[in-house]
């Protein structure tokens, strides 16, 4: 019987995470501090009420696939390759790598966006009414720009349902 219980105290101690491996470690180490999970949901928030789009929500799993492309390091879409999800991408080095000039760079898009003739963006993306959820995250990167800038921050977020299909812009 003392054996037994060791072996449920061990069965429970890893369902609780106790005991986390290595691997569990290294992907806390990498998710988003609350204040930038903060960051990127107020943020994209602040733009969507200004469209009359509801507020999304944080999801986790989003947030996950969102740093697994960002540990690669490519400046490109990861073309579903994390998942059915929408996408947005920004790079910055130094002062310009932050998550609010990233999302900054999404919004000013607006400017852009023709209402007779919509075509996909990062902004639409952002403001797409019926996405409810979304995660994001960075990774430090060289190769992205000249190394004589530096690393660069590379924020992926991720967007679950997509946005930007053709004809549904309205």
């Known amino acids: 019987m003392p054996r037994f219980v060791a072996i449920l105290a061990a069965i429970?101690?890893?369902?609780?995470?106790?005991?986390?491996?290595?691997?569990?470690q290294e992907l806390e180490a990498r998710a988003p501090s609350a204040a930038d999970k903060a960051a990127y949901l107020n943020g994209h928030?602040?733009?969507r009420a200004r469209?009359?789009?509801?507020?999304?929500?944080?999801?986790?799993?989003?947030?996950?696939?969102?740093?697994?492309?960002?540990?690669?390091?490519?400046?490109q879409h990861s073309g579903g390759a994390v998942g059915a999800y929408g996408e947005n991408l920004y790079a910055g080095t130094g002062?310009?790598?932050?998550?609010?000039?990233?999302?900054?760079?999404?919004?000013n898009e607006v400017s852009q966006?023709?209402?007779?003739?919509?075509?996909?963006?990062?902004w639409t993306q952002m403001v797409w009414k019926s996405t409810t959820q979304i995660g994001c995250a960075s990774a430090q990167c060289?190769?992205?720009?000249?190394?004589?800038?530096?690393?660069?921050a590379?924020?992926?977020?991720?967007?679950?349902?997509p946005?930007?299909?053709?004809?549904q812009y309205g």
Do not use: M
Request: aromatic share 12%.
């Open 51 to 75: 469209h009359n789009a509801k507020a999304l929500v944080w999801s986790d799993t989003l947030a996950n696939a969102a740093q697994n492309w960002a540990n690669r390091c490519k400046f």
């Open 163 to 167: 946005g930007n299909y053709g004809g």
């Open 45 to 47: 928030n602040t733009v």
């Open 12 to 24: 429970l101690a890893l369902s609780s995470g106790a005991f986390a491996s290595p691997v569990d």
């Open 142 to 152: 060289d190769g992205i720009f000249d190394p004589k800038y530096g690393k660069a």
């Open 154 to 161: 590379f924020h992926v977020c991720e967007y679950s349902p």
């Open 95 to 107: 002062s310009l790598g932050t998550v609010a000039n990233g999302l900054n760079s999404w919004a």
């Open 113 to 122: 966006y023709n209402p007779n003739s919509p075509v996909a963006s990062h």
